[in-house]
C-alpha cells in the first residue's frame, strides 16, 4: 500500500508537505519522498524508511528545500516522486495503486518506440515510470491521465506536479480515497482525510472515481468529472485506515466501533474479559465489549518505541518475531481468564498463533478468537495489501484446498456463506490449527451493515472474489 499528499501554496509549502506526508506513514513501509517547485526549479529527496522513520529520513530535506508547490509520498514498493522530462514540459509523479498487466503494457509501449525503462532491484519495473510513460501518450496531462486510467488494469490514483500547480486523479474504479483540503491561500491534496487537520486545512471536497482536478493556490478546476461508480476498499475501514480518517463520509473509528458490535450480537460466549490486538483491533473490541457488556481489559501493552512495524520486514519470520517482541503480556490480567480476543483479520495466521501461545503460556484459560471481517479467500487485484505471492499463502485458503483436494477452486463460493457447512469445516480446520478455544469471523453482510453504505458502493473482492 502507499499514500500521498500534495500542497499548492501563495507562500512555502514544505512545512505542509512534511507533516502532511509524515501522516501517511502507516500506509507505506519502504521509501519515502519529496518533491518541491521553486524558484530554482524542481527539488526531490528519497529516502529508504524500512529502518528508520520518515521524519528522520527527511529532516535535511525539510530544512533544505523551498518551494510553493510539493508532493509527497509514503511508498511500499517503488521509489517516487519521479522527475520526467516531456513533450508535456517538466513533471514531478507519484502514484498509488497496483498495475495487474503491467508486463503486456511494457511490451505495448516497446512495440511502439518506447526505448526502455529503468529497472529496480528484483528486475521489477518502476510502475511509476510505466504510469509516466502512458501520460506521455497524451497531447496534454489531462488527456494522458485518461490514457493512463484507461489502459491500467487494477487501480491507480496519480499526483502530478507542475510549475503552475498539481493535477491529481482518482482511480477509476474509486478503490482508494482522494480529498481535498483548504486554508486560506492554500489547497491541499491528501489520501487520508486526518492528514492535514493539524495543518489549520478544512475539508473541501472528495474527487469521484476517474475524475481529474487541476489545483492551484487560487482554487481548484474540476478537469475531468467522475466517470464511474465508487466501489472503495471496504479493508480501508476494518484494517489500513488511520482511526481519525473519514472515507465516504464514514469515520473509520466509528465503523469499527459498529464492527464489534456486529460481532457481538451473534455471539454467546461465556467469557471474564475482552481485549483488541493493537493497534486496530482495538476499535473493534471497544465495540464488541460495548455491546457484550463484557469489560475492556488489556492483557498486553505495545511497546513501539524502538520496534518497526510488524509488516516492515520482508521476510515473514521476522514479522512474525517484530509483533511477538512488541507485546508484552500482563500477567494479572492474563492467568486463569477466558479472554475474547478482537483482531481485525487473519491473513496467515501465523502472527495470531504466536499471540495465542504466548497468551497461553502466561496462564490463560480459554482464548476466544473474533474478527472483524470474513474470511480472506482471494488476493486483492487493486491494492498492494499483502505480499503473498501465491493464494495459498492465506490461512482460509489453504484449509480449503486441504478440505476439498484437486480442483477446490470449484467450490470456493460455498466458503463464502456463512450459513453452509463448508464454510463451517473450514472455520474448524482453521481454529483447530491455530489451537484456539473458538473462532467466529464477521459476517460480510453485518460488516457492510457497519459501513451504513450500499453494498454497491464497497469493493469485497478478497472475501467473495466479486469485482
Not at 125 to 145: C, D, F, K, Q
Not at 184 to 194: K, N
Not at 246 to 253: A, P
Request: with cysteine; aromatic share 10%.
Amino acid at each position: 500500500m502507499s499514500g500521498f499528499f500534495g500542497v499548492v501554496s501563495k507562500k512555502d509549502c514544505v512545512f505542509d508537505l512534511f507533516f502532511g506526508t509524515d501522516y501517511h506513514s502507516h500506509l507505506g513501509t519502504r521509501r519515502g519522498g519529496m518533491a518541491v517547485y521553486g524558484e530554482g526549479g524542481f527539488n526531490r529527496a528519497i529516502h529508504n524508511i524500512e529502518n528508520s522513520p520518515f521524519r528522520t529520513k527527511f529532516e535535511r530535506d525539510f530544512d533544505e528545500m523551498k518551494g510553493n508547490i510539493g508532493i509527497g509520498c509514503i511508498s511500499d514498493s517503488e521509489p517516487q516522486p519521479l522527475l520526467v522530462r516531456s513533450h508535456l514540459g517538466n513533471f514531478a509523479i507519484s502514484t498509488v495503486g497496483r498495475i495487474n498487466n503491467l508486463e503486456e503494457l511494457v511490451k505495448k509501449a516497446f512495440s511502439e518506440g518506447a526505448t526502455h525503462f529503468l529497472e529496480m532491484s528484483g528486475g521489477n519495473i518502476n510502475a511509476t515510470e510505466l504510469v509516466a510513460s502512458l501520460i506521455n501518450r497524451g497531447t496534454s496531462i489531462p488527456e494522458g491521465i485518461k490514457i493512463a486510467q484507461d489502459a491500467i488494469d487494477g487501480s491507480m490514483s496519480i499526483l502530478i506536479l507542475t510549475s503552475k500547480g498539481i493535477y491529481v486523479s482518482r482511480d477509476k474504479h474509486g478503490k482508494t480515497p482522494v480529498v481535498i483540503g483548504k486554508k486560506a491561500g492554500s489547497f491541499c491534496v491528501s489520501f487520508e482525510s486526518f492528514a492535514f487537520l493539524n495543518l489549520g486545512y478544512e475539508f473541501y471536497r472528495e474527487l469521484g472515481p476517474g475524475e481529474i482536478d487541476f489545483v492551484a493556490a487560487e482554487g481548484v478546476d474540476v478537469i475531468s468529472p467522475p466517470r464511474g461508480e465508487t466501489n472503495i476498499c471496504t479493508f480501508l475501514w476494518v484494517y489500513y485506515g488511520n482511526p481519525a480518517s473519514v472515507y465516504e463520509g464514514l469515520n473509520v473509528e466509528n465503523m469499527r466501533y459498529r464492527c464489534g458490535s456486529t460481532l457481538a450480537m451473534r455471539d454467546n460466549i461465556t467469557a471474564d474479559a475482552v481485549a483488541g490486538l493493537p493497534d486496530s483491533g482495538t476499535a473493534h473490541a471497544i465495540g464488541y465489549a460495548n455491546a457484550s457488556k463484557l469489560p475492556l481489559t488489556r492483557p498486553f501493552v505495545k511497546y513501539t518505541h524502538t520496534w518497526p512495524r510488524s509488516f516492515m520486514p520482508q521476510n515473514q519470520s521476522r514479522r512474525d518475531l517484530i509483533a511477538h517482541m512488541k507485546l508484552i503480556p500482563l500477567d494479572e490480567m492474563i492467568r486463569n481468564k477466558r479472554l475474547v480476543l478482537i483482531d481485525d483479520s487473519l491473513v496467515r495466521g501465523t502472527q495470531l498463533r504466536g499471540t495465542a501461545d504466548f497468551l497461553y503460556s502466561s496462564g490463560a484459560k480459554e482464548l476466544h478468537i473474533r474478527l472483524a471481517c470474513p474470511p480472506l479467500l482471494f488476493g486483492c487485484p487493486y491494492l498492494n495489501f499483502s505480499r503473498s505471492s501465491s493464494e495459498l499463502e492465506l490461512i482460509a485458503r489453504r484449509k480449503i484446498a486441504a478440505l476439498e483436494g484437486e480442483g477446490y477452486e470449484k467450490n470456493l463460493q460455498a466458503y463464502t456463506d456463512p450459513d453452509s457447512p463448508e464454510y463451517a469445516a473450514m472455520v474448524e480446520a482453521i481454529r483447530s490449527e491455530l489451537q484456539f478455544t473458538s473462532l467466529r469471523y464477521n459476517r460480510l453482510d453485518d460488516m457492510l451493515a457497519s459501513t451504513g453504505l450500499p453494498s454497491c458502493k464497497c469493493c469485497t473482492y478478497c472475501w467473495n472474489g466479486k469485482k
